[in-house]
């Protein structure tokens, strides 16, 4: 089992900046991927950025592109989701997520969810 703790969101204007965090229960090298959805009213969840374990390498959705990044801190088992120049689109629910290789079975776990409020 792994939890998930997110923390980070909050109420921004247009052009501005926030950095969420993701904390993790048990250390990331244990972890396939870890990364960050989002849902907002009304659409179904997507992902926004993804960091594979192995080597590092990061998967964005083209609407965040060049705008955010995502990294991690291996030592403090956390993930970070920098969110630069937010627009009002940007407006979600966002959630952590982490998947897990074990056996042969795959294991997804999520975070409690953190508003982001981007105003215009």
């Known amino acids: 089992q792994v939890q998930l703790v997110e923390s980070g969101g909050g109420l921004v204007q247009a052009g501005g900046s926030l950095r969420l965090s993701c904390a993790a229960s048990v250390r990331l090298f244990s972890i396939n991927a870890m990364g960050w959805y989002r849902q907002a009213p009304g659409k179904q969840r997507e992902l926004v950025a993804v960091i594979i374990s192995g080597g590092g390498s990061t998967n964005f959705a083209d609407s965040v592109k060049g705008r955010f990044t995502i990294s991690r801190d291996n030592a403090k088992n956390t993930v970070y989701l920098q969110m630069d120049s937010l627009k009002p689109e940007d407006t979600a629910v966002y959630y952590c997520?982490?998947?897990?290789?074990?056996?042969?079975?795959?294991?997804?776990?999520w975070g409690q969810g953190t508003q982001v409020t981007v105003s215009s």
């Open positions: 997520n982490v998947r897990r290789k074990v056996g042969s079975s795959w294991y997804d776990y």
